[in-house]
């Protein structure tokens, strides 16, 4: 089982159609987590910081659950724009904390 | 200012020889990290570094990748007797101070080993 998992996808909604996508870790002493998204052939860039209290950016809204050890990406007004794959980043405990991704969950948005 | 640099952006080996990939990281940002991103997957951690320490180097498949940053900025990823399974984008990426901060990633170079 993968330390960090998420639905590949791809989840296929029209324009408008809010969208939400989860991302599950393994170790509860996980910390530091984010959502990136990642363009065909391009590098990850970031999207947003996960926190405890849940935070939102525009139409974007991220939230940690930690009982349950899985973060959330909401997308409203979905727009075609926001076509990419989505990638969760989980902060693992080892010797150090090393940054883990998910596989990435694939979002196309159509007319 | 700058982001996060990379060369060559793509390298074409021949099985059996050595590579060699350079990241640039961002002007006083601590932290710099290699991964190595397959087709379809997310960035697999290999290495990380803070300033010249290399902090884990546990991602590493193999003993045919080394990686360095022997003055706490610009690190090299070199890989010796490339096979074909080293076919992949290598991406870099810097922090601030530590692993838990936000990272900026270069481009990436993409290698493919024939």
């Known amino acids: 089982r993968k330390e960090v998992e998420q639905d590949p996808g791809p989840f296929n909604v029209p324009e408008g159609a809010t969208v939400a996508f989860n991302c599950t870790y393994s170790?509860?002493?996980?910390?530091?987590f984010f959502w990136y998204r990642q363009d065909c052939r391009k590098e990850p860039k970031l999207l947003m910081s996960v926190y405890s209290s849940g935070n939102e950016d525009g139409r974007f809204t991220a939230q940690l659950n930690r009982a349950s050890q899985y973060i959330s990406l909401l997308i409203r007004d979905s727009k075609l724009s926001d076509s990419a794959t989505y990638l969760c980043?989980?902060?693992?405990?080892?010797?150090?904390?090393?940054?883990?991704f998910g596989r990435g969950t694939s979002l196309i948005v159509h007319p | 200012g700058a982001g996060v640099s990379q060369s060559p952006r793509y390298k074409v080996a021949k099985r059996g020889q050595d590579v060699a990939l350079r990241c640039d990281p961002i002007s006083g940002h601590v932290s710099l990290f290699w991964y190595q991103q397959a087709l379809g997957q997310g960035p697999e951690f290999l290495t990380y570094f803070q300033n010249e320490a290399q902090l884990d180097k546990s991602g590493l498949p193999s003993d045919r990748f080394f990686a360095e940053r022997p003055e706490g900025s610009v690190s090299t990823l070199k890989i010796q007797r490339t096979q074909q399974e080293d076919s992949a984008v290598y991406l870099c990426?810097?922090?601030?101070?530590?692993?838990?901060?936000?990272?900026?990633f270069g481009p990436g170079t993409r290698l493919t080993v024939l």
């Open positions: 980043v989980v902060n693992i405990k080892g010797g150090s904390y090393i940054p883990t």
């Open positions: 990426a810097s922090s601030f101070r530590t692993s838990r901060d936000t990272q900026y």
């Open positions: 170790n509860s002493a996980s910390q530091s």
